[in-house]
């Protein structure tokens, strides 16, 4: 079965808190042989994880 946008996060089942998705690039083309993502997108989602994690490691959690 093929299905699109799909994701483990419903198998969770919250266990780990509120689930959160993010990436670069256009989930149309995700994993497929199209896919791909810019210079810039890839240089934006460094940015954001490392914000992320400097502010995961700061207060144990993230802001609402």
């Known amino acids: 079965m ?3 946008f799909t994701t483990d996060i419903p198998s ?3 266990t780990w808190g509120k689930p959160f998705l993010i990436g670069p690039g ?3 083309v995700a ?6 993502i810019s ?3 890839l240089s934006e989602a460094v940015e954001i994880y490392a914000r992320m994690t400097a502010q ?3 207060t144990g959690r993230s802001s609402s």
Do not use: D, P, Y
């Open 2 to 4: 093929v299905v699109a």
């Open 12 to 14: 969770f089942e919250g």
């Open 26 to 28: 256009s989930i149309h």
């Open 31 to 36: 994993h497929t042989s199209e896919e791909r």
């Open 39 to 41: 210079k810039n997108e």
């Open 56 to 58: 995961l490691l700061a």
